[in-house]
Nanobody, 129 residues
């Protein structure tokens, strides 16, 4: 069974750091390297918010305005894993964080959730003030 599994969420104080991981498992093993990947986050009752996206080899990365300069995406195709390093965290970063894969258009990456067809279950991140 194909899965995207997020990990690394938890509770952190404002100003602190967390690093999230998202690993693809199952039949995805040989195809992860041709998927643009993204992170989104969602607070209950609100729309899903774009956090960042990374191209196939990591040469191009884009970020949402609210996290730019504080969050850093990277990927390790050999490990089928994408990362989200979150620094200088704020209470408003509190959300469920989801990783997502665009399996259909290897040359496209943008901030639209509709582009990504394969999602993880999410991991909770809570930032206390």
């Amino acid at each position: 069974q194909e899965q995207l599994i997020e990990s690394g969420g938890g509770l952190v104080q404002a100003g602190g750091s967390l690093k999230l991981s998202c690993t693809a498992s199952g039949r995805t093993f040989s195809t992860f390297s041709v998927w643009p990947m993204a992170w989104f986050r969602q607070v209950q009752g609100r729309e899903r918010e774009f956090v960042g996206a990374i191209s196939l080899k990591g040469g191009r990365i884009i970020y949402g305005a609210s996290v730019k300069g504080r969050f850093t995406m990277s990927r390790d195709n050999g490990a089928n894993t994408v990362y989200l390093q979150m620094d200088s965290m704020k209470p408003e970063d509190t959300a469920v964080y989801y990783c997502a894969a665009n399996r259909n258009f290897p040359d496209r990456m943008d901030s639209s959730a509709a582009l990504y067809d394969f999602w993880g279950q999410g991991t909770q991140v809570t930032v206390s003030s």
